[in-house]
């Protein structure tokens, strides 16, 4: 029996310095031969931050020849601005969309709408599908818990409903544990969510980052992995080398489990994006 097709998707976020342009583009070349179904580039609300979102999936699309899904978020937009940019993605070409609430800016303990805004992604999704039914939307999903979720099982409603009002995907906010991922496909299908589900994968390549990344999520740092991190008394190198180990077997588990997407979050960084993508290719 025939296999079934498993996107393979990576994300890129958008530089703030001169290096981190250097970083991204050098990133986007080390990995334009390999086979991504698309990337998604990740969005700074506010005027220069926004710009370099597009900027920068206009160049990973042009110069790179990938298909590109931009983020967006409802942080500090009015509706009527939120059209404009849904729109702006358009005319520069881009046919998807990932349509999120955002997290508040740093000084800000909680998330506020704009006056004239969206207070959720569910509501970002229904504009989109509304007025750009031919866009198609991916929308986030948390194996763990959105951490401001009452509950794991509101958690689940909230994305049945953003599912319902027209997501196209789910892709999963980053997680450890493969089991976590599986138990949340489960419950996903038992609650009526039938969308494909790709399963979102980030190396662990330091302690520091890792658990910095758990801490804004609402991921779990598996107690074996932490205590692998620890061991390398904070050696770069031997870090990423365990971090990449731990990526690797994550990956080769959800291959055979044939799970309909694997979305890696390479954090700009070549050396390590080429390394899982050899051996997510190689094992595909």
């Known amino acids: 029996m025939q296999k079934r097709k498993i996107e393979i998707t990576a994300e890129f976020f958008p530089p703030k310095t001169e290096e981190g342009a250097r970083q991204i583009l050098r990133t986007a070349n080390a990995i334009k031969n390999f086979p991504l179904d698309f990337v998604s580039i990740t969005y700074g609300a506010g005027g220069s931050s926004r710009e370099r979102t597009i900027e920068y999936g206009e160049l990973l699309r042009e110069i790179f020849n990938f298909d590109v899904m931009p983020h967006l978020t409802c942080v500090g937009h009015s509706v009527d601005e939120l059209r404009g940019i849904i729109s702006g993605y358009r005319q520069k070409g881009f046919n998807r969309v990932m349509a999120l609430r955002g997290d508040p800016p740093r000084n800000e303990p909680n998330f506020k709408p704009h006056p004239n805004g969206l207070a959720y992604a569910s509501e970002l999704i229904h504009l989109i599908k509304s007025e750009f039914p031919e866009m198609k939307i991916a929308c986030a999903g948390y194996p763990e818990k959105h951490p401001e979720a009452a509950s794991a099982e509101s958690d689940l409603q909230n994305l049945k409903h953003k599912v319902d ?120």
């Open 165 to 284: 009002l027209g997501a196209d995907m789910v892709i999963t906010q980053l997680f450890f544990d493969n089991s976590s991922f599986f138990d949340f496909v489960n419950k996903c299908r038992k609650t009526g969510i039938e969308k494909p589900i790709h399963a979102g994968i980030m190396p662990a390549l330091s302690l520091k980052q890792a658990s910095n990344f758990c801490s804004m999520c609402g991921s779990k740092l598996p107690a074996k992995l932490e205590e692998m991190l620890k061991s390398a008394n904070s050696n770069e190198e031997e870090e990423a080398k365990i971090g990449l180990e731990w990526a690797k077997k994550q990956i080769a588990e959800l291959l055979e489990r044939e799970v309909e997407g694997i979305h890696l979050y390479i954090l700009n960084r070549p050396k390590s994006a080429i390394e899982l993508m050899d051996f997510l290719f190689a094992k595909k």
